[in-house]
């Protein structure tokens, strides 16, 4: 994996080593970029690598999980969760606090969330109990909710996980929607993959 | 520079933002970059985020320069200064530690090192005295060095560089050589840029 540091250990010195080893483990850095980064703080003023390092600290010690929708939070609740003018009757799946705040951000919804923080993958070890599913279920038994949006990704995954949840609603008669499949809005109708061009076919709409 | 984030920041709670933040400091990592590293180790077990800020700090505060060459140790001198079996009468000189690394890598070069960090770029404020060259001319008064290889980069700023030191090398008698210029070993003649095939042109060789 890192010919390039393994063949002459003893040259680069270990805190070096240690750091571009550290920035390896994270997705999409290799150990290229890992280096790149680690030489870079070297030269940089101690500012930054202190300043970086206490960020990672303050993350894991003060973020924790919305106690009702498990979306991040540094309080008991989140900031969604404390608003009091949200539409209260809906509640939105998603897999993870990234997809909330990519729903956030098209300020097209006003309603409430419940982040799963996954989606079933069992190749990969992640079953229906290591989901918020249950704790979802019990929303649903205490809160007054009309609609629940299933906004996993469009994925199989993703499909799996909504029909996994569903199951579970038909029998409290709570009404469950998915997000419109279709063309990407600024698309080209001629690159759109067949998946997604027969989706927006099934679901045209009249004008 | 950063829509996603500053348009609603009272959802991305503080010690997330600030580490998205931080991430984003760093050379080729942008707002979505940090915000999926920031993510990812949200989820991730703690050791990860709270290996990589030990390693960061221990980068700063152990990592210091070499006395004699400037490549980067923990010690006194550098791993390479402290290996007896190093030809001492040759010094090849690098803009950057890394540089050091790409040569040692070759397995090609026998010799001691000198580390500029940095290359002449009046433009951004680097001058003759923010490098390490009359430190240079120092170990060349006191060391028995007959050859100095200026390894700077194969560009304007590698070149000035080199330049400039060769000015200071000329009293002292000390002969200077420069890496070799040609086509890339496994490139195409016919993608070779004009400089590159200017430069194989002019330094062919009698085979």
């Known amino acids: 994996m890192r010919p390039a540091y393994s063949e002459r250990p003893q040259l680069v010195v270990e805190p ?3 750091l571009i080893e550290e920035f390896s483990r994270l997705p999409g850095i290799g150990p290229k970029t890992a280096s790149r980064l680690t030489f870079f ?12 390092a206490q960020a ?3 993350l894991k010690d003060q973020v924790r999980l919305c106690q009702r929708c498990f979306n991040i ?34 300020g097209a919804y006003r309603g409430l969330y ?19 599913i249950d704790e979802l279920i019990a929303r649903l038994r205490t809160e007054a ?5 299933l906004a996993t990704n ?14 579970d609603l038909v029998p409290l008669g709570v009404r469950a929607t998915r997000l419109a499949r279709g063309l990407p809005t600024g698309g080209d109708l001629e ?5 997604t061009l027969g989706a927006a076919l099934e679901g045209r709409r009249e004008l």
Chains 1, 2 share one sequence.
Do not use: M
């Not at 690159?191 to 998946?195: G, K, M, P």
């Open 16 to 18: 070096v080593a240690r």
């Open 41 to 52: 703080l070297l030269r940089a003023e101690p500012e930054l690598a202190h300043g970086l």
């Open 56 to 58: 990672l600290h303050d």
């Open 73 to 106: 939070t540094v309080e008991e609740f989140c900031p969604i969760c404390l608003e009091p003018s949200r539409d209260q009757s809906v509640i939105c799946v998603v897999e993870e606090p990234l997809d909330l705040l990519a729903i956030e951000r098209t």
């Open 114 to 132: 419940h982040v799963l923080h996954g989606h079933i993958a069992p190749l990969d070890g992640v079953y229906r109990e290591h989901l918020k």
């Open 145 to 149: 909710v009309d609609e629940v949006i």
């Open 154 to 167: 469009p994925n199989t995954e993703g499909e799996a996980t909504a029909y996994l949840i569903l199951k």
């Open 191 to 195: 690159w759109a993959d067949i998946d």
